[in-house]
């Protein structure tokens, strides 16, 4: 057949990719030609094959990444300040409302179930569906716009569920006066918790996933400093826009029968957050400039299952198809479509949607444990045991301000309830704090671990942890010894105590930068002799961290409950979790080199 000696074979050495470097082999000439997808544009000379005058390009199903300015990533990435302030907006004020909605103290760490269980599944759905998106507006960019307006709805429904509640039938007495349950307000409360849980996790993969689609080789880091930057503006922002409590003086209209001062805070509060995301939204869309695929995609190995050894094997056993003398242009450029591809199964094909469905990147995260290092296990277990002592402070560290601290109490008299409101602005303005002292701190962590170690670094902020959470029973059990009626039937609290608080709230910044960069960093370097199964470890990783949230939020209400309420109980236990972390770190984390590659950290 003509032109037969000329064909050539793409060989895609997955496990030994390094570079997104795709190796060119001819099969009767010994010479070697490689395509680097990472140059910005393929260079006459070339594409043009010796004896073949066939042209070949760079895939332009992969989006060649270019060297954009400081201020273009900057602006592409704004969506995560926006996100972020909802996110800190749900983190400090939705646990105490749910409460003023009839829901008691041991229940409403229920609704947290939807969090872990969507970053589980929905977030590792949501980006390979992003990497295989073919849209003219680009990858992410829809992810990003589809799940801002997911947010919006979400937020909308979550402020106005008492009007809703009122609208559809729960009880006409004013706010003031009723405490009981509203049913169907905390039915539409929770459909727009478990919608936000769920549009977050949409928007936050593919926000990362573009900000690395933008930045070149030589960017990533200043990228990932931009990304955490706008992050941790949008948590201070949304922080303090919850410790604020004269939202409803400035928007008394948002005041009803059905919705008193704390429910117009929280109204007033998400309704700022809408607009601030939609903005940012609009800035990220309009500045981040995507490369959209094209409709032809060539096989490449998907990245849930690189660990797998397996799946190497059978993609280097498939058969190639060798179609001769067949160009096709694609957007100005000629494919040489003499290049031998796999062929794929015909069950691939058809069930294309399940293999990157829910159950598929499950099975593939639970499977890929076997073939994890072995020193990756004991990571797992360090993990879940830091993140069973986070989760309960997460869960009640504002209602533990409210009840223990300034013991107010959300279902009673008016007195009660404006000092648990009160409680739970100074719980927003701790975590304000804390977010504070964690952006500082995420820049002592590099040379912390140059000196010390990673595993040392991890294990010390775990000890610090079992400190903080120790110090907040012990702080309970002062205020409450200080009077005779209990925790429930106290109004007021002593100064010095609020003081002692907040600066428990700032302290746990510092372990908190930590707990969202080192284990990250430790996996990446435990997993980078796996060849590109590092991005499947980080998704076993968050097993170990979705697993013990879905833990704290199925347990922490009851075991509370049997101890009479209040949060003591959990945060005894989340101080123990947090020491066994410390100990288990010391015993069995492997020593690791002092580098340290940043890999950032998140909110949320």
């Known amino acids: 057949m003509a032109g037969k000696n000329d064909s050539v074979s793409v060989r895609v050495p997955y496990r030994n990719l390094k570079d997104t470097e795709v190796e060119m082999t001819g099969m009767d000439d010994e010479a070697h030609h490689r395509i680097d997808l990472n140059s910005t544009a393929p260079s006459p000379s070339s594409s043009k094959q010796s004896g073949g005058g066939g042209d070949l390009s760079p895939p332009q199903s992969m989006p060649v990444p270019n060297q954009n300015t400081l201020m273009t990533l900057i602006l592409s990435c704004t969506v995560a300040a926006g996100v972020q302030f909802g996110w800190a907006l749900q983190l400090s004020l939705l646990t105490p409302y749910i409460q003023t909605l009839g829901i008691g103290h041991a229940f409403s760490s229920f609704i947290w179930l939807c969090g872990p269980i969507t970053g589980l599944v929905v977030q590792p759905c949501v980006g390979i569906w992003s990497d295989k998106c073919s849209l003219k507006m680009g990858r992410r960019r829809p992810f990003i716009l589809a799940g801002s307006l997911m947010i919006s709805v979400s937020v909308v429904l979550i402020g106005f569920s008492a009007d809703i509640g009122y609208l559809l039938g729960d009880t006409h007495e004013h706010c003031r006066t009723f405490k009981g349950t509203r049913t169907r307000a905390a039915f539409v409360f929770i459909i727009g918790f478990w919608l936000l849980d769920l549009a977050n996790n949409t928007v936050q993969g593919p926000a990362r996933a573009l900000l690395a689609d933008l930045s070149g080789p030589d960017q990533r880091n200043t990228a990932n400093a931009v990304f955490c930057s706008w992050m941790a503006v949008g948590n201070i922002l949304g922080f303090s826009a919850g ?21 117009g805070n929280l109204k007033a509060a998400f309704l700022l957050a809408v607009v601030f995301l939609l903005f940012c939204t609009l800035v990220t869309i309009h500045f981040a400039k995507e490369v959209p695929l094209i409709a032809y995609q060539p096989m490449r190995v998907s990245d849930s299952a690189p660990l797998l050894e397996e799946h190497s094997k059978s993609l280097s056993d498939r058969p190639v198809i060798d179609n001769a003398n067949q160009n096709r242009a694609v957007n100005g450029y000629e494919r040489d479509k003499n290049v031998r591809l796999p062929i794929p199964n015909v069950e691939e094909v058809q069930n294309g949607g399940f293999q990157d469905g829910p159950g598929a990147v499950l099975v593939n995260l639970l499977t890929s444990l076997r073939h994890l290092p072995p020193a990756m296990h004991s990571v797992l277990i360090v993990m879940a045991l830091t993140w069973l002592s986070w989760f309960p402070f997460f869960l009640f560290d504002t209602d533990w301000m409210g009840r223990e ?14 000092t648990y409101d009160q409680g739970v602005r100074q719980g927003a303005f701790g975590l304000l704090l804390n977010s504070v002292v964690l952006g500082v701190s995420s820049f002592l962590i590099e040379p912390m671990c140059k000196r010390m170690g ?10 610090i942890v079992f400190a903080c959470m120790a110090g907040t029973a012990i702080i309970s059990w002062i205020s409450v010894g200080e009077y005779s009626k209990g925790i429930e039937h106290v109004i007021g609290g002593n100064d010095s105590i609020k003081i002692a608080s907040l600066i428990v709230f700032a302290l746990l910044g510092f372990p908190l930068a930590i707990t969202y960069s080192v284990p990250f960093s430790v996996t990446a370097e435990l997993t980078a002799d796996a060849g590109g199964g590092q991005g499947l470890a980080i998704g076993v990783l968050n097993l170990a961290i979705v697993i013990p949230q879905m833990i704290v939020s199925l347990g922490a209400g009851p075991w509370d409950a049997l101890f009479g309420g209040g949060n003591i109980p959990a945060f005894v236990l989340a101080s123990f979790a947090a020491l066994a972390a410390g100990i288990f770190a010391l015993r069995r984390l492997p020593d690791l080199s002092n580098s340290f590659t940043s890999t950032g950290f998140h909110f949320g």
Do not use: I, K, Q, T
């Open 454 to 463: 990673s595993r040392l670094v991890w294990a010390m902020s775990n000890f």
């Open 243 to 263: 410790a604020s409590g004269n939202w409803h003086r400035w928007f008394p209209f948002l005041l009803s029968r059905s919705c008193c001062e704390a429910c």
């Open 405 to 418: 601290v300034y013991h107010g109490d959300p279902s009673g008299n008016l007195s009660e309830v404006h």
